[in-house]
């Protein structure tokens, strides 16, 4: 399963060991890819079966279902997952990232990379995930990284062909990671746009969510295509004004991710959103949904920081007032579509 080695890489070096936190879709799927690349991969989570299944029969039946794992250590036990970790990969929902990884600061090994899959913007701080990862395990850039792009968890789970991007501010440490998870069936490609590649992550879970609302009130193609490419608009403004690189917005984790997550009935916040343009109450949709959908609790993040600089996001807002109960989901087409006339590249 794995991609051949570098010419450079040492062909008797000791596999890289990784430690992934968060036994969930995601967290389980990463860890299989790192395992395929040959690396010993530790997976920890809170449910003792769950690791326990992981550790003697490679098996997830919880989160991945059917899915038989290549062999991975399991625990409960963040102490024996950190251990001699020089990766750590972080796979909790983004509201519990802070107080997870702050019980395990002590723990992590002084030169590990911390790398982050997750896709959300912390409520009340308004901050992206490697900003959380730094602030709580005081870690400078080129020890944290972010890897994020059309990855289902599902599909990757089947070892279907996809891509991905890992970003950090040091490129050297984006390979280092992207060496540990390249496999056959998953690419990454390096970015130094640390702030454009999460944005995209986060806010395509809004968007996300506004196209399965439009699918559960009936509407087409025409409306999801719309959404998607209003959407990029909307992701690219904040971003810019974040300043993130404008090329990132065209690649995997934007466009790319993007189009998976509007189009696919595997993505969680696509499924919850369409629960809810079905008729179902955001409390029924959240349950009905299963899984962490980070667009719910991330909108409210989102917009804050759009309001602080001054970026229109029209998509943004309006999903934040039909979750919030302000706005009739039966009138957020109309209020989009009535929005005043303006030029489709005036930005
Ligand atoms: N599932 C997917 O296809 C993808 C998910 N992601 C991102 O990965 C992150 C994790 O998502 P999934 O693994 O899919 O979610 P999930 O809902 O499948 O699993 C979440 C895991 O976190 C654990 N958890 C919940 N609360 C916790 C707490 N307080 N402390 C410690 N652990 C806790 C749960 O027990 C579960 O094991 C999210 O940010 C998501 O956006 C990124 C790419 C793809
Ligand atoms: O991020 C994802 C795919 O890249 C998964 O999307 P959901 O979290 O909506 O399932």
């Known amino acids: 399963m794995s991609a051949p080695a570098p010419l450079s890489a040492p062909l008797t070096a000791a596999p890289t060991k990784v430690a992934v936190l968060g036994a969930g879709s995601m967290g389980t799927t990463f860890a299989m890819v790192l395992a395929d690349a040959g690396c010993d991969v530790t997976l920890w989570g809170r449910d003792a079966a769950v690791l326990d299944a992981v550790d003697r029969t490679h098996r997830n039946e919880k989160y991945l279902p059917g899915v038989q794992l290549p062999a991975m250590h399991g625990t409960t036990d963040p102490a024996v997952a950190l251990q001699g970790a020089s990766i750590v990969v972080v796979s909790v929902p983004s509201q519990v990232a802070r107080a997870t990884l702050a019980s395990m600061k002590d723990l ?45 968890a599902p599909e990757i789970a089947e070892r279907q062909p996809t891509a991905t991007v890992v970003a950090s501010r040091s490129e050297a440490t984006a390979q280092r990671v992207a060496a540990a998870c390249w496999t056959g069936y998953f690419r990454p490609y390096t970015n130094t746009d640390v702030v454009g590649v999460e944005l995209c992550g986060a806010v395509k879970n809004i968007i996300a969510l506004a196209a399965g609302m439009a699918q559960g009130r009936g509407f087409g193609w025409n409306t999801i295509a719309t959404l998607i490419t209003r959407g990029l608009v909307e992701i690219t403004r904040l971003g810019l004004a974040l300043g993130a690189d404008a090329a ?23 499924r919850l959103g369409k629960h809810f ?65 303006k030029s489709e590249v005036a930005g």
């Not at 590990?112 to 005081?138: C, F, N, P, Y």
Request: proline share 5%; glycine share 10%.
């Open 248 to 270: 990132t917005f065209s690649g995997l984790a934007g466009m790319g991710d993007l189009t998976a997550t509007c189009a696919s009935p595997l993505s969680r916040n696509h």
């Open 277 to 341: 343009g079905e008729g179902l109450t955001l409390e029924e949709a959240i349950a009905a949904t299963g899984g962490t959908a980070e667009g719910v609790k991330s909108s409210q993040s989102v917009l804050e920081l759009a309001r602080a600089h001054d970026v229109e996001m029209p998509i943004t807002a309006g999903v934040v007032d039909v979750l919030a109960g302000k706005l009739p989901l039966s009138e957020l087409a109309a209020t989009l579509l009535a929005r005043p006339q």
């Open 108 to 152: 992590v090994e002084p030169d590990a990379v911390v790398v982050s899959l997750m896709k959300g913007v912390e409520l009340g701080t308004d901050k992206r995930m490697s900003q959380v990862i730094a602030e709580v395990l005081d870690l400078p850039d080129e020890r944290v990284a972010i890897v994020s792009g059309p990855n289902l």
